[in-house]
């Protein structure tokens, strides 16, 4: 082995262009396997960091995995509200620890605007049980002020004592804005890497209060409420698109669920975040499966080259391993050699693929995080990744066994002089 | 104790596999240590076979191959391949060498498969040095790749590195086949200087007659072979 060494390596080189380029295919399709695993665990990360402390969900009866997405991840939009009535008979509950009102339906440039109550702020957490911390100003405390998400701030270049208007309604231009009720940010809120840094956050208050004179999407004609004269309004809110509730106990979950389906005043539910994730899952499972078989393919096909080139360069090698042989190379090491140049080169590309992978993960992180709001994470890889990179070396090493044992046959065959 | 004999060929037979007549049957053949015998045979005559057999990489269909009183055919396929580059030098008619080594690299691979001609070489760089320089070859070509060596000096190459760490037996294979006349002269002379010197036997083939003046003793494959010519 000691004596095998050096004479792989210098032969390599003597053919380092096709081998170079073996490589190159085997380093491509290790990168696109392990950037895609990547992307699919950091996107899982991503949708379970969103919402955590949270026991359950509560809205209006549907499709659990649709009241999730709207209320965490601000996809899509409500069928039904909850009554308000509903949301305070939950909130006395005596199993109930806290519950966040959460109010979707107006956006500002592109982003959600959420109504909720400065519970939101006290009780909200994300990722590993972290509370969500203030990069600048406080929470809201008056009828129009705004706290900001980290993204939105940054991206609309919004500092503590602007005045923004908001528009009426999700989605992009066009929209009818409250143009009479301009709200002042007081807050912005540190990078979460959850959808809550794309959120715009007032109070519930405020959210009835810009929508007095308005009915069914539009302005009534000819009223005109200023702000001034809202407060003389009463401006409890008459419904919510969601709650968030925190138990005393989370033995209580499903106890608490039962009794949020047996809600006698109006059909609900209460969703589990984990459950409904998982349900997402499932249903991604398949576009995962597809990611996967291609990036597997892909690797099966830089393999195959690999085995091809290598078996290629046999043809014109059997001289040089008939003189091997000659000098006391047994057929044992002329396997060998074929089939560590083939195992070395799985090697070289799976550790190459891992680092252009860490390199665009690096590079592109803060753009995909900027535009897609996914955080990808650059660190070491995880069990996904080693199993996808223990794979690929067992199939190189596999492969490479072909090349070795057509080698270790023909040396047999040609002992000291090849018939060429 | 009687020193066995260096190379010792009895009632020796071989047949392809496949095939009914032998196309090599040997009854007897002996070469003493340090002994330069000349071997005479047209192509086709067997004596590649006859080569391969003795180098231990065909076995005989019958009959004995010994080495150094080692009977070849009681060792296992690895031993017989150890047992060949620790006593054997080997030189053949035209590409010796591993294109992508070193002139140095190149007289120095015996040693890496072999302990016995690793340590029996000593300083292996010196005594690769010593044969080049013994060999006439300039020291600015030890670093080259061997592809840029005429024929006539990759040759001689061949031969450095089938004298390093002293084997018993140098088997030359038509090694001057690929040079002009007057340069096959000049490395007969260098090869059997240094057979003597390292004290190795050779084993020169060729089917150049002339070539076998300075050897001490002649022969001839068919007198050796009792098979019909054709049948090799």
């Not at chain 1, 009241?67 to 039904?80: I, K, Q």
């Not at chain 1, 000659?326 to 050699?337: H, Q, S, T, V």
């Not at chain 2, 044969?131 to 031969?159: F, I, M, N, Y």
């Not at chain 2, 088997?171 to 690929?178: G, R, W």
Request: proline share 5%; charged share 20%.
């Amino acid at each position: 082995m000691r004596a095998l060494l050096p004479l792989a390596l210098k032969s390599a080189w003597n053919r380092r262009y096709s081998l170079g380029l073996t490589l190159l295919a085997v380093t491509l399709s290790v990168t696109l396997l392990l950037g895609i695993e990547r992307l699919r665990q950091d996107a899982r990360d991503g949708f379970a960091q969103a919402v955590s402390g949270t026991d359950l969900v509560v809205g209006a009866r549907g499709s659990p995995l649709q009241l999730l997405l709207y209320s965490v991840f601000r996809m899509g939009e409500a069928s039904h509200n909850l009554g308000w009535d509903s949301a305070r008979a939950l909130a006395a509950h005596p199993a109930v620890a806290w519950t966040i009102p959460l109010s979707l339906g107006d956006s500002h440039r592109g982003y959600p605007v959420l109504g909720t109550t400065s519970a939101y702020f006290e009780h909200f957490r994300f990722g590993d049980r972290q509370p969500l911390a203030f990069a600048a100003g406080q929470p809201f405390a008056g009828l129009f002020e705004v706290v900001l998400g980290a993204e939105v701030a940054r991206k609309l270049g919004y500092r503590p004592g602007e005045r923004i208007t908001l528009s009426h309604g999700m989605g992009g231009e066009g929209l009818a804005e409250h143009g009479d009720k301009p709200f002042t940010v007081v807050g912005i809120l540190a990078p979460t890497g959850t959808p809550v840094d794309r959120t715009l956050h007032i109070g519930l208050e405020a959210l009835e209060a810009i929508h007095l004179d308005w009915q069914g999407g539009a302005p009534i004609p000819g009223l005109n409420i200023p702000p001034e004269l809202v407060k003389k309004f009463d401006l409890t809110p008459k419904s919510v698109t969601a709650v968030l509730v925190g138990l005393k106990s989370r033995a209580a979950v499903f106890a608490m669920q039962r009794h949020v389906a047996d809600y006698r005043d109006e059909p609900l539910m209460a969703v589990l975040p984990g459950v409904a994730l998982s349900q997402l899952w499932e249903l991604l499972g398949v576009a995962e499966g597809v990611l996967r078989a291609v990036s597997a393919l892909a690797v099966a096909a830089g393999l195959a080259g690999l085995v091809a080139v290598v078996l290629a360069s046999l043809d014109q090698r059997r001289r040089e391993l008939a003189i091997l042989r000659a000098n006391g190379a047994r057929p044992r090491d002329i396997f060998l050699l074929l089939a560590l140049e083939g195992g070395a080169v799985t090697l070289a590309g799976a550790l190459l693929g891992l680092t252009l992978r860490t390199v665009l993960v690096l590079g592109l992180g803060p753009w995909v995080q900027a535009e897609y709001g996914l955080v990808l994470r650059a660190d070491w890889p995880g069990s996904g990744e080693l199993y996808a990179l223990g794979g690929v070396l067992l199939a190189g090493l596999l492969a490479s066994l072909l090349p070795g044992w057509r080698a270790y046959r023909l040396s047999l065959a040609d002992g000291m002089t090849p018939r060429l | 104790m009687t020193t066995a004999p260096l190379l010792l060929l009895e009632d020796l037979e071989f047949r392809w596999p496949g095939q009914t007549e032998a196309c090599l049957d040997i009854p007897a053949l002996r070469l003493e240590a340090g002994e330069q015998v000349f071997l005479h045979g047209a192509s086709g005559s067997g004596k590649s076979t006859l080569l391969n057999l003795v180098a231990g990489v065909l076995a005989p269909t019958r009959g004995r191959v010994e080495v150094l009183g080692q009977v070849l055919g009681e060792l296992s396929a690895a031993d017989r391949d150890r047992f060949r580059v620790d006593h054997v030098g080997l030189i053949f008619q035209q590409f010796n060498l591993i294109p992508y080594l070193s002139v140095l690299d190149n007289v120095l691979l015996p040693c890496r498969f072999s302990r016995r001609r690793r340590e029996r070489a000593g300083d292996a760089r010196a005594a690769a040095a010593t044969l080049l320089r013994h060999l006439d070859l300039a020291e600015s070509l030890w670093r080259r790749p061997a592809t840029q060596l005429s024929v006539g000096q990759q040759q001689r190459v061949a031969a450095a590195r089938a004298l390093i760490g002293r084997p018993e037996l140098l088997i030359a294979d038509e090694p001057t086949s690929a040079l002009d006349a007057a340069r096959q002269e000049a490395f007969l002379d260098l090869l059997r200087r240094e057979c003597v010197d390292s004290g190795a036997a050779l084993l020169f083939v060729s089917h150049h007659r002339r070539l076998e003046r300075g050897f001490g003793r002649a022969l001839a494959m068919a007198e050796l072979n009792r098979a019909p010519a054709e049948a090799a």
